[in-house]
């Protein structure tokens, strides 16, 4: 096993630190990361939006605007995250239940499915977080040393429960 790490290339060694390291921060603080990088985005979409739009007006002052309008839409956007999410969710049930059910009937599952979502999103955000995460880091440390299927999965399930413990601590 450790005989692997000293034969491996640096570059895959660095890869598999780096995609360890990824894997660990989506674990332990999965959350906090979506809802930094929805900020982001949102924030980025509104401070071009605002710039641009303002700029006919404001001339030189655009770089306030688009300040402003970075930090409205990027908190709006994460506000909103679990709406976004739970309209996502609803479409794709009601997208697949169509040909299945009655229409009547999958509007109304997706209508359960978009309120649950809402209700629980942080604990589903904090479950699948920190299941992907595991699943990188496996993918980091399989780079530089050979592991077994069965302490792979042993790995990804132990990591996934500490990881949700973690994120869903004091909620």
Do not use: H
């Amino acid at each position: 096993m450790l005989e692997n790490l000293l034969q491996a290339p640096l570059t895959s060694l660095l890869m598999g630190l780096i995609l360890a390291l990824l894997g660990l921060i989506l674990v332990f603080a999965g959350r906090g990361v979506i809802k930094f990088i929805a900020f982001l985005i949102g924030g980025i979409i509104g401070g071009l939006a605002a710039s641009t739009i303002m700029a006919p007006y404001l001339g030189g002052a655009t770089i306030l605007a688009g300040v402003i309008g970075f930090i409205l839409v990027g908190a709006l956007t994460q506000l909103l995250l679990p709406v976004g999410a739970g309209l996502v969710a609803a479409a794709l049930t009601y997208l697949f239940l169509k040909p299945l059910l009655n229409m009547i009937f999958a509007l109304i599952i997706a209508v359960i499915i978009f309120f649950s979502v809402l209700v629980l999103f942080n604990k589903t955000v904090a479950v699948g977080t920190a299941f992907l995460g595991s699943l990188i880091f496996l993918a980091g440390i399989k780079r530089f040393i050979s592991i077994d299927i069965y302490l792979g999965l042993l790995i990804i399930a132990v990591l996934t429960v500490i990881g949700c413990i973690v994120q869903l601590r004091g909620r």
